[in-house]
């Protein structure tokens, strides 16, 4: 996984791209610090460059969620390539995020 964040006015922008898996795990800790700011007002993940996502890679998201509702942000979750749009549908993420 290769990602970037920017802040803007408070709304953390994150870019992914790759693929989102296990071995991913450690570095979307780093990430995560980005949200864990009292300053934060939302969280959007563009990953419109990710080709792939496993279950874990998923988990993340729930950590991003969890981390949005300590906080009192939304996360949203944007530009899904199909296949990666159908894995984040099948588990449920459009129920937790916005998912455009």
């Known amino acids: 996984m290769e990602f970037s964040v920017n802040n803007s006015q408070g709304v953390v922008n994150i870019t992914l791209s790759g693929q ?3 071995v991913d795990a450690p570095q979307f800790g ?3 610090s980005h949200l864990d700011n009292s300053g934060v007002t939302g969280a959007q993940f563009d990953v419109g460059g990710l080709d792939f ?3 874990t890679g998923m988990s993340l998201f729930v950590h991003a969620y969890d981390a949005s509702k300590a906080h009192g942000f939304d996360v949203t979750i944007s530009g899904a390539t ?3 749009r159908a894995a984040l549908t099948k ?4 129920n937790l995020v916005t998912v455009s």
């Open 91 to 94: 588990a449920g993420f459009d």
């Open 82 to 84: 199909d296949k990666v």
């Open 20 to 22: 989102l898996t296990y």
């Open 53 to 55: 996502i496993d279950s």
């Open 30 to 32: 780093s990430i995560l």
